[in-house]
């Protein structure tokens, strides 16, 4: 899948070519220490930069004296000094141009008002200069990718490192360090264990965009949040999620008052009111847990097998007691306990003992101490049942005289075959144990399982939902890096503007696969001859102008030029009007003129409380007058945009009436795909794009925009 | 505490002076051979009789052919042979006079209507002989007290087992076995071991009592239930329980639908709905559970603590995240979060680094790696606040640097001086044994924990509310075993009859503590008449027979009989109704005549659909027409008491009104408070107590019932 957009700089942090630690300790369990320590036991391949003023030698590596020292720039700095020190290294980092840096040292926004100050104009600096930072007050990060091990967390000495696709991001090193642990406790292995700590520049959901992005071997994403102060960039990381198959999962502590408190005087974060987080998260198909073992919990079973193909629930037990606490557990979480076939029922009552019950949950008795092909025998049967989505096995006690090899082989290949979620629950460690030593994911009770495979069915219904695709389309460019690096240069401007000029907004929507008019942007009248000539007579002159965003108001319009002639007059009475602006024009638009079939005005605009929202209706000139507009907040689907279409009074016209001909309202709905798309890829950048019109031909021709305004948003 | 009943037969099953194993195996692996294995490997010192037509010997023990072969009648029988052949073991032990047996053999009513029928037969014969009968369908018994193991776990096997303070009950052997092992691998060591399969006869609330009863080294009782068919068992259970400060919890599974559905499929049993449940354990102070696991995690806390003084809890964490996470969890759980005293603020903050919180909860931060006293210093601050009730610490991170040993230490010394709750929250296995070695108790989230804490806050609010007592009189003899063994001779009576005489029903009264008026039973003329000598004149007469209940209608009561002529005519007059009625008497009864300031109607009524209830009211004749009646359901406390009375009309006379002494009304809730506890005693034995008139003396005088009317419920 193509790369929606690579931001560099976070590239440094995750696979720097070089990383200097200011504040390098030869001790390994200092702060300033373990990162070397974790780099040459990891494997690091890169430089290592130990900066001490007082040693030659760290950790074997040869030590500097200051970052001015060094032979090179480095690409990554951790800085792992006190107080002013760690503000002095950052400001250098900035002078040096050095591209990223963490920092480790606390003392800033958590510990009040004045180390919040110092944090603001430290973060100012570093943005000035192109520096991004983590931090400060952050564990760091780990990557054991590579072995760029940038953080000191005690717990890869607990715990043995092995890399895998899982990524944990924390604001709270704790968290990080805790989702770590649990997660190599399962067996699973884990690449990427970052925590963000104050997050005066980089974020949680930086980083897991940046993650999505950059590795493809990731396919389990875990956050720890405690605030949500950027949800646009974790709605974009829901989006690269969806689209790459990579499960997104997070715990949002602060639900209840005193918590939301707590996380407050914590991380100095506003708090959302939950019920809002969830409504977000749900929205946007992000998992959530409610604590990081059960983060973990979701990670062992969905790594596997990412979704279900319903709630439908096999509950299989050597104990009638497990039967009835599953079935408990499972209807708590939601999930139906499947209505297995009469040919299913007829199958297992030729596999079980003469008084099982063939009903759902099975009760396989303790007949398997007997016959230990019984679970094989019996999973083989439910397995071709087109009612059962997911499968619960219980097995509450086990133990001398069973054959627990032969149940976890039948299990996993039942797994396999079957592509469908399967949860063990098994209390007993050799149990466990021989479970997972076959890729099977193993829980503690049926509350634990019931809730994984609970997040499984979610995680398969929101899958089906988009299944159509949200817009990017195979046959058009995605939004690439060139579109973001606009937009962003755009509001970086000094000028303070906020409007794109209309060939801006175009290649925008252009760049998001949304059809644009044939066009080109010309500068001189002789290339807007030779482009009227290659598209076509009549054709459209436009002035374009970022500081005259509503050009037919100042006469800059002229539609309908059917010869040389006619587009000549134009381009003398816009200059002419231009100059009474005085106002130089960024280039003429020479677009082909379209005939529409219908006039659609679709528009993107960000809602202070929702967010962005995508607008589809009529249009044309009385637009304002009778408003008939669908409302859509993205993500949405194929469906939802055809459920919303029907809504309007345009409805009947676009399917044709007296005669006309429908339009084509497949292309509309592409097109709202794709601006819904766009929303999520531009993460808050932009504040509104209208487009109007939009125009619809007859079905099979498409739609095509044939005007486009862009707001940015403040600067960020 | 004095011992209210000792069901003897079921010690039969507990403490057994010997056993026999129909059925029993050379291989320790088969069901006939796991019980005498274990019983030589955990140390039973009773005979072991192993009968078996074919061996010689089993397991270094001399092999018997048959029952009828055995040098002594056997006080348990395991009954481990299949099908019709364990029918007939039964019937041989009920012909022989064996106090008990355990029927392992499956079959039964778990194979549908045919099984149900040879089952309930088999009951039957037994309970004619006086066998008490474990199963059919049953793991077997076990207690490692005195190691009588009549059981074939397999867990025992895989996790050694230890005595202890618990016991664990169940239906389903699965789940038993599976408490225990969950136990186990927390470190608790646990006696008993019992499952009750079929219940054809002994279910888990009748062996609950038994070990309430007759085990004073047990503290915390763990159940599973799957049907509540006894329900008044069970709350005499809970009583039992309640007054020996043992902590009684339960799982209850069959919450859900299918639940419900699959656990009648898997015992046969009807399933009430789950909201009755609910309320009938909290009625009884039943601690409710999830599952096993979190059955298990009650009994860690509670067994070292079993109670607190309210709900406030104090959080601390080295994690600023894990603060948010127990804050969210202790809320959703139903916890306050404490409000520290400003004084504990200002004590805090002398120990905790310089910018943290030192509101609740409590961020001693990362400074703990380099501080390793701060946890213990924190504690002792906090101990001393009266607004803390429970303490929430929460270790999420700790490893080499952490000196856990100490923390440890703090918090065991912590927990032991104040008395209070205190939960460990350490997925770390090195940190949770650390905490576990010293006593304390370790959770694996704070969901757990938060659960955990707010049961031992619903133990101490119901601790609270019976901290008056209720009605056990230290002064008054407790109900005895000799009144129970007269319900039940009455109940087994083949006569049918359900009335008690009047002389029987002041017994069960006065044998529950309640006060009765002083009177004699006599059977002559003679022996009235020193008895009114000795109870003084004028007294009272009455002819008493089981067979006349309203005996006043019939002539059988005369009051006020103030010398020896009057006493000689009402005998010869009562003589003459008795001869009338075609009755005998079972003697006459000579009362002291007491003269009461108030006359109140007492009495206790089973509800077919709410169980035993107290009813108090204004007595007289008038108590028909008029009536003025308060309704208690036990357990109710002294206070529950005092507010229905005030709810009475009555209520004004009682307090004194023109110029009349106050009635002792303290008297009548004590009186009251007995009647409760009889009926929770007696678990449905009694239709229906009336206590017409209770005549309450003034202030300090006491109550005193004069006459009574026991109905029994029909034979079980």
């Not at 390994?28 to 974790?38: A, E, F, L, V």
């Not at 102060?229 to 969806?242: F, M």
């Not at 990412?306 to 079935?327: D, E, F, K, Y």
């Not at 219904?461 to 755009?490: C, I, S, T, Y």
Request: proline residues 5%; charged residues 20%; glycine residues 10%.
């Amino acid at each position: 899948m193509e790369t929606l957009l690579v931001d560099a700089s976070l590239s440094s942090l995750l696979n720097p070519a070089s990383i200097a630690i200011v504040g390098a300790s030869d001790n390994p369990d200092k702060i300033g220490g373990r990162p070397i320590y974790y780099m040459h036991q990891f494997g690091y391949q890169g430089t290592i930069y130990p900066v001490n003023p007082t040693r030659s030698e760290v950790q074997g590596e040869k030590a500097w004296p200051s970052l001015d020292d060094l032979p090179e720039v480095p690409e990554l700095v951790i800085v792992a000094v006190p107080g002013q020190k760690a503000v002095d290294a950052v400001y250098r980092c900035a002078d040096l141009g050095v591209k990223a840096a963490i920092v480790i040292s606390a003392g800033f926004s958590e510990t009040g008002d004045e180390g919040r100050a110092v944090q603001q104009k430290m973060a100012q600096r570093a943005a000035e200069a192109g520096l991004r930072l983590i931090g400060p007050n952050s564990q760091g990060l780990a990557n054991f990718a590579n072995g760029a091990i940038a953080s000191f967390s005690t717990m890869f000495i607990e715990v043995e490192p092995q890399d895998g696709p899982v990524a944990v991001i924390s604001q709270s090193g704790g968290m990080a360090a805790m989702m770590y642990g649990l997660l190599r406790q399962r067996g699973i292995g884990v690449r990427h264990m970052h925590a963000t700590g104050n997050e005066a520049d980089v974020t949680v959901s930086d980083l897991a965009c940046a993650i999505l992005e950059q590795d493809a071997d990731i396919r389990v994403v875990l956050l720890y949040l405690e605030s949500l102060q950027n949800p646009q960039t974790l709605a974009r990381a829901a989006l690269l999620a969806r689209e790459r198959g990579v499960t997104l999962a997070v715990v949002k502590s602060g639900r209840s008052e005193t918590g939301a408190r707590a996380a407050g005087s914590h991380t100095g974060a506003l708090a959302s009111e939950d019920r809002v987080v969830d409504a977000f998260l749900t929205q946007h198909g992000i998992l959530r847990a409610a604590d990081p073992p059960e983060l973990a919990r979701f990670a062992e079973l969905l790594l596997n097998t990412p979704a279900s193909g319903g709630t439908r629930t096999v509950i299989v037990s050597n104990s009638g007691a497990s039967c009835v606490l599953a079935a408990d557990a499972a209807e708590a979480y939601g999930l139906e306990i499947a209505p297995l076939k009469d040919e299913t029922r007829a199958r297992l009552s030729e596999k079980l003992v003469d008084f099982a019950s063939t009903e759902n949950p099975i009760d396989i008795t303790a007949a398997l101490l007997t016959n230990s092909r019984l679970f094989g025998d019996v999973l083989g049967v439910i397995s071709d049942d087109p009612n059962a989505d997911m499968f619960l096995l219980d097995i509450p006690v086990a133990g001398r005289g069973y054959d627990v090899a032969a149940f976890a082989e039948d299990t996993a290949r039942f797994a396999r075959e079957s592509g469908k979620p399967v949860a063990v629950v098994a209390w007993q460690q050799p149990v466990a144990a021989a479970f997972r030593a076959q890729g099977v994911a193993v829980f503690e009770d049926e509350r634990q399982a019931a809730a994984v495979l609970a997040a499984a069915a979610r995680a398969g219904a929101w899958k089906r939902r988009f299944a159509g695709g949200e817009g990017a389309a195979a046959e058009q460019p995605a939004v690439g890096a060139g579109v973001l690096a606009m937009l962003d240069g755009v509001q970086a401007d000094s000028s303070g503007r906020r409007f794109l000029s209309e060939h801006e907004s175009l290649q925008v929507l252009a760049g998001s696969g949304f059809p644009v008019v044939d066009y080109e942007l010309c500068t001189t009248l002789e290339a807007a001859l030779q482009a009227a000539e290659r598209l076509g007579w009549p054709c459209v002159l436009k002035a374009c102008s970022a500081r005259v965003p509503h050009k037919s108001e100042y006469g800059l319009v002229d539609v309908g030029l059917g010869s040389t002639a006619a587009l000549e007059a134009a381009w003398a009475r816009q200059s002419a009007a231009l100059e009474r602006l005085d106002v130089q024009a960024d280039g003429w638009i020479v677009a082909r003129q379209v005939k529409g079939l219908r006039e659609m005005a679709v528009g993107l605009n960000f809602d202070p409380v929702f967010g962005p929202v995508v607008l589809m209706g009529a249009g044309g000139k009385y637009v304002e007058a009778m408003p008939d507009v669908a409302a859509l907040l993205p993500p949405f689907s194929r469906d939802d945009v055809l459920d919303r279409l029907r809504g309007l009074r345009v409805w009947p016209l676009l399917q044709g009436v007296r005669g006309e001909p429908p339009a084509d309202v497949e292309a509309l709905v592409q097109a709202a795909l794709r601006l819904g798309r766009l929303a999520l890829v531009t993460a808050g950048r932009i504040q509104s794009l209208d487009i109007n019109p939009v125009l619809v031909l007859p079905e099979g021709e498409g739609a095509v925009a044939v005007d486009a305004l862009v707001e940015l948003t403040e600067a960020r």
